[in-house]
């Protein structure tokens, strides 16, 4: 399962990174706003620092602006992705750039017909958004397994990228699944390696070693 980090600031990709077991990035216009600068140069940053799919997204709404952001973003290196919102107007713009060979990741997917719809126009990437479902009270995570079968039943090769992780559980049910990628918080990959008996017990190893000094090597 791949690990993206959900995030433009380039602390956190920096430390993430630094683990190595960051293969990728996923930002959205809410994250590269946070950062208050611009796009291309938060962009060019990330691409720096992480060599994996880097998913930019475009900010029109019409297919034919969507279409030219689209390629003006994906000269900026080779490892980006363009994110399109999936509405009608995405849908269009997906088929003209996948059929110029440039990797779309279709976002904002809350339904497995929007995730049929992506795969059959060429999608590289889908997103679906299991936080935000969960948080109006419906299975997020259902909605990967049905995205999941539906895949497998007409041999689609886009990749769920499980997306709006809000805590470990959610990237260990999609793993479980057998999702292609979860992108998440930075503040998710650290708690997905900790545990409190881990820390415990190194603790406890440690000062039994100190009771006996006398074997440290001299
Ligand atoms: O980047 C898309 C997605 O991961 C957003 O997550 O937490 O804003 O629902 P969230």
């Known amino acids: 399962m791949k690990f993206f980090l959900d995030t433009a600031n380039l602390k956190e990709i920096r430390e993430g990174a630094s683990l190595g077991i960051v293969d990728g990035v996923t930002t959205n216009?809410?994250?590269?706003a946070k950062e208050g600068?611009?796009?291309?140069?938060?962009?060019?940053?990330?691409?720096?620092?992480?060599?994996?799919?880097?998913?930019?997204?475009?900010?029109?709404?019409?297919?034919?602006?969507?279409?030219?952001e689209a390629r003006r973003l994906a000269r900026l290196h080779k490892n980006v992705v363009v994110k399109l919102p999936m509405i009608r107007e995405g849908v269009k713009a997906l088929k003209v750039l996948s059929g110029e060979g440039i990797r779309v990741n279709m976002t904002l997917i809350f339904s497995p017909s929007q995730a049929l719809i992506a795969a059959k126009n060429g999608a590289y990437i889908v997103s679906p958004f299991v936080g935000r479902l969960d948080d109006i009270s419906s299975e997020g995570m259902n909605l990967i397994s049905d995205i999941l079968k539906i895949y497998d039943n007409y041999g689609f090769n886009t990749q769920i990228l499980v997306a709006s992780i809000r805590h470990p559980v959610h990237v260990v049910q999609a793993a479980r699944l057998g999702a292609h990628i979860a992108t998440m918080p930075y503040?998710?990959?650290?708690?997905?390696?900790?545990?409190?008996?881990?820390?415990?017990?190194?603790?406890?190893?440690?000062?039994?070693?100190?009771?006996?000094?006398?074997?440290?090597?001299?």
């Open 187 to 218: 503040s998710v990959l650290e708690q997905l390696l900790k545990h409190p008996l881990t820390d415990i017990g190194l603790e406890k190893f440690l000062a039994d070693w100190q009771k006996r000094k006398e074997l440290l090597p001299k």
């Open 29 to 32: 216009p809410s994250l590269v």
């Open 37 to 68: 600068r611009s796009l291309e140069e938060v962009a060019r940053e990330i691409c720096d620092l992480v060599d994996g799919p880097i998913s930019l997204e475009v900010i029109s709404i019409e297919s034919k602006e969507m279409i030219e």
